[in-house]
């Protein structure tokens, strides 16, 4: 084989890898800042009764209410400010849950967490980045407390 074939054939393997890299970090790309589904989960008891555990499930995982109420269907909560990956940096969590009520006693809760970071750079162009919560850790940890919330209601 020539030199100009060979040069060829590794050229074309090079390009094809670069691509497959490419491919597979606009999938990683695509998953990090696309919307993504709500946890859902249906409970029992009535629209108010849900939006008190919520609040209070919210709460205990240090987020404060800022907006929101049981006519709404909806509370929207969002965590104290704190440092980010280095020292001009700030990251917070913001957490909405949307609350439907489903007749017989049930309630439909659907929730989403997104990551607020700033860092000195996108001050400038940009004031924050969003980027969905994805980890079931905390979704778990705040449907746990919300049954335990009106498992406690229930049994008064």
């Known amino acids: 084989m020539n030199t100009w074939h060979l040069r060829t054939v590794v050229g074309v393997a090079a390009l094809a890898g670069l691509l497959a890299g490419c491919e597979s970090m606009r999938e990683s790309m695509r ?3 696309s919307p ?3 946890k859902v989960r249906v409970v029992q008891g009535d ?3 849900v939006f008190a555990a ?3 499930a919210m709460a205990r995982l240090g987020f404060e209410m800022v907006r929101g109420g049981p006519a709404q269907g ?22 909405t849950v949307h609350l439907e009520p489903l007749g017989d006693g049930r309630v439909e809760v659907r929730v989403v967490m997104q990551e607020i970071e700033e860092d000195r750079y996108s001050k400038l162009s ?3 980045t969003s980027t969905p919560v994805r980890e079931s850790a905390v ?9 335990r919330q009106l498992q406690g209601v229930a049994g008064k």
């Open 31 to 33: 998953d990090r800042f």
């Open 139 to 147: 979704y778990d940890a705040f449907f746990d407390d919300l049954e």
């Open 47 to 49: 629209t108010k009764q």
């Open 54 to 56: 919520a609040r209070l």
């Open 74 to 95: 909806e509370l929207e909560g969002l965590t104290r400010i704190g440092g980010g990956n280095d020292l001009y940096s700030s990251r917070q969590r913001d957490m």
């Open 126 to 128: 940009n004031p924050a």
């Open 36 to 38: 993504m589904p709500p």
